[in-house]
């Protein structure tokens, strides 16, 4: 699905993700509902701001949004900021010509003077151009200059919840379907409990027991899993 700008920044999104598969966690229910449609309609000059709460597969649900959407013949461009932050702001040109913007980590441009110039001009082409523009952060903490302030805070707000603790089980066995991979449930315990509890560190692992799994040719099983947690 990538297309030539999205190729330019040699940032991979991950291919299989779909909000067919995202996991949605029951306080995320209404938010995800929301997304899917505007989404239905297109989200022609729609601009949104993800106020992130913890750990809760947002980077995965942005790239799940850019594959829908250019599976509908749209154009998309998912920018993850914390690969980004450091190269020239040049990237952002011209990018308002695309259907979908989606720009993740918002708070990391907070005191890079440049880069919140940038996002500012970019969010008027977009209200200009009725591009959909969609950016994820945590509202409350951004230090960036006021009239960038200002101007997120006028877009619609959609607040992500981090998954429960009791809602872990379910989502790293979600993860472990879409990744086509096979592991019992009291070695998917023995994961959880060992490693970092949020989703990112989880998925991580899952991805590279995957990977290991193939290369090896071998089933997953508990000394593999203590492996991967223990080089990582």
Known sequence: MSNPRQLALQIQINERASLNNFF???NNNKTIQILKNILDSFGKGTQIFIDDHGSNGKSYLLQAICNDF???NNSSIYIPLQETIHHDTSILEGVSQ???ICIDDVNLINKYREWEIALFNLINECYEKECFLLLTGNVNQLEVIPDL???IRKMEILR???INDDELFDATQA???NLN???SDKN???LINNSKRDIKTIFRTLSQLEKESLERKKSIGLNLIKEVIQSS
């Open 24 to 26: 949605v966690s029951k």
């Open 70 to 72: 250019s599976n509908s």
């Open 98 to 100: 695309l259907n979908l």
């Open 149 to 151: 302030v200002s101007r």
């Open 160 to 162: 992500l919840e981090a």
């Open 175 to 177: 993860i472990s379907n």
């Open 181 to 183: 991979i096979e592991i």
């Open 188 to 190: 998917l315990n023995y």
